[in-house]
């Protein structure tokens, strides 16, 4: 693992599964050495499972492949994270154990000092056709200087030692008459409640008033006739995991099929060959 490298760098322990089109200039840390073109590959390694015994092709996709210029590959744990696997690289947290999480395996992390890796290997011909293949990363364009990572999913609050300042209003009403605080408080309550009161009230006026034919903002717009609703593609536009996208594919009813902006009668014509009745204007 490393978190320096915004993208993952494969070594002589990988081999080409496919080529992208794409290349990339990688600077070193020195800015006074010119940049290296490294292109851009799809790439498999061979992991055995100490716990089974059994061999597994890893597959990252969109990483820079360097070959036997670099003896040893870095993975960046937020372009495995961006495609729905979970990877936990805290060894300080007690309540997991670090490695990726896979659907078919969990593989374990060991710390060498500050980094924490695994070992694998190049894999033979045969491991590559009869072994299991496991997608670690997407294989949608990565860029890691535009990509939107996912929200924390967890509220962290900040609880700090309230201080009294001796000149404000407060702290007198907090050392000299806790009942007088009490009232203070109780006030805000009062204004907070007679606020929600007209709130509820403007929106009891409001669901009153009937609405017709309102037009709706669209919230995204495709140039492109047809729909691309993959769940890599979703995964992306939404910012979730892999998982989640593909549960969403699973239970939505529209198919991606496109939705017409209201109303209807003013951007279709009656298909009259296919009518049930006789219009009003053709009866005798």
Known sequence: MDTNADTCCLGKN???MSYTPRSADVYAYDPALPPTNVPIVS?????D???TGNTFILIINEALYYGNRLDHSL???NQVRSFGIPLWDNPFDE????????KKIFIALKAKGTKLLFDSRAPTEHELATCLHIDLTSKVPWNPGTVQLGKVSAAHKVTEDHVDDPRS?????RHLDPIMQGMNEWRTVQTAMADGERFLKQMARTGNERFEDVPVRPSFV???RHTKATAENLSERLGIGLNRARATLRSTLQRGTRSAILP???RYRADRMFLTVRPPLDRP
């Open 43 to 47: 790439g498999a390694t061979a992991f």
């Open 169 to 173: 209003n407060e702290a007198e009403l």
């Open 49 to 51: 499972c100490p716990q």
């Open 222 to 224: 495709s140039t492109q």
């Open 75 to 77: 993975i960046n744990p």
């Open 95 to 102: 309540t997991r154990h670090v490695g990726i999480e896979s």
């Open 14 to 16: 990988f081999v080409i």
């Open 264 to 266: 209807l009668a003013r």
